[in-house]
């Protein structure tokens, strides 16, 4: 057994979005000091952390500073440079280590990796040239989606394609960086499943959610997911898999496609607690950020029981001027705002969460406040 690291102890956390944020609440609730790193003063998470290091995650002396402070430090998203993690894992303990983070931030290499664990992904032909296109298009058919291999996120960096002339356009149009072109498949539903590793292996996973998207981000959340119990199993199984196979320490978010036909379908990975795992603050005994927590302090795994059925709602910058007295009218959501300012389209400004009996009677909820809310 390696060492624990305890209450009174420092965390630190690359990156001061809501991810950040939510980490900070849970490590402070735990009576860990919280020092984040992120060059945006006002970011959501600095406004919670102890101290805020405003730096850009390339910034040496800012990242030494970080370490010196840190007793151990993890990551809000997989767009944080690997050197940056293997700098300061020189110098703290860092999770998740910088080669998980390599893998998870390229499409190309999340896919080749899911495949050798066993897991499969949707037909896909990886473009590294011009050349290429011709070859993936014969392999892949049309429709299809071309994605850049890395720094894609809510559904940016990605353009639908139905011939090769529209393949060499997007192509073009991101710049000709390294791409895969996947399959478009027809999707049942979409689900995710979210483990957690410590160093000692010990592995625990949340309750599977379905996720319905809206424009490529993500919309709603809906737990337990109204699949088969047998794609469930699998979609755990598999997200386990991957993390053993990574010898992965800390939160892993796997995407999942259930196809017409049910087939589970590999989508990608996130070295973080996920959106998509949200509900689980409202609904399960242990949130993902506490089990973030306790991942990287190398603690048990906490119970990740569903304690009722939960529907989690986005809300995007889109329309915004809620008139929240639409949330609290109802006893049964939990309402989440992240503390950003600014409202942008497509900003994820915070979330709620429906509890209820079941999840149809809180979907009936949820979509009837959203509506009203986006009045
Ligand atoms: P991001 O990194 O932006 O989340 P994803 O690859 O997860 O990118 O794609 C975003 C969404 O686009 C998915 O959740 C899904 O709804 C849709 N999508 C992505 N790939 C495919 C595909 N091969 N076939 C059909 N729909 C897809
Ligand atoms: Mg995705």
Request: net charge negative; aromatic share 6%.
């Amino acid at each position: 057994m390696s060492a624990q690291i305890l209450p009174g102890a420092t965390l630190g956390v690359l990156g001061g979005g809501q991810l950040g944020r939510m980490f900070c609440v849970a490590a402070r609730t735990m009576g860990y000091r919280v020092v984040v790193m992120d060059p945006d003063p006002l970011c959501g998470a600095g406004l919670i952390a102890d101290l805020h290091i405003r730096a850009d995650y390339d910034d040496q002396s800012a990242l030494k500073e970080m370490a010196e402070q840190c007793d151990a430090i993890t990551l809000e998203f997989e767009n944080i440079p690997s050197e940056s993690v293997r700098f300061i894992a020189d110098k703290t303990t860092v999770y998740p280590v910088a080669e998980s983070l390599e893998i998870a931030q390229n499409r190309d290499l999340e896919k080749q990796f899911a495949l050798k664990a066993g897991l499969r992904p949707v037909p896909y032909s990886a473009i590294v040239q011009q050349s290429d296109l011709l070859q993936a298009a014969r392999h892949v058919g049309f429709p299809a989606i071309l994605k850049s291999n890395t720094l894609g996120y809510d559904g940016k960096g990605q353009f639908v394609v139905n011939n090769l002339d529209e393949l060499t356009a997007a192509y073009n149009q991101v710049g000709k960086v390294d791409c895969v072109l996947e399959k478009k498949i027809t999707i049942r539903c979409e689900v995710s499943a979210i483990v957690a590793r410590n160093i000692n292996a010990e592995l625990a996973s949340f309750p599977v959610s379905e996720n319905q998207h809206r424009n490529g981000v993500l919309h709603m959340s809906i737990v337990p997911a109204r699949v088969d119990e047998s794609i469930s199993q699998l979609a755990i199984e598999s997200a386990s898999l991957l993390a053993d196979a990574m010898s992965y320490v800390g939160i892993l978010a796997v995407e999942f496609f259930v196809s017409d036909d049910d087939i589970l379908y590999f989508n990608e990975m996130a070295p973080r607690p996920h959106n998509s795992g949200h509900y689980t603050k409202d609904a399960c005994v242990t949130s993902q950020f506490e089990q973030q927590v306790r991942m990287m302090c190398g603690l048990k795994p906490g119970d990740t029981r569903l304690l009722s059925p939960v529907v989690m709602v986005n809300m995007l910058g889109d329309l915004w001027q809620p008139d929240w007295r639409n949330i609290f009218a109802q006893n049964n959501i939990k309402l989440h705002l992240y503390g950003k300012t600014e409202a942008r389209p497509g900003r994820k400004m915070g979330h709620f969460d429906v509890l209820a009996e079941d999840v149809e009677a809180a979907l009936i909820v949820a979509e009837r406040v959203f509506v009203k809310l986006s009045e």
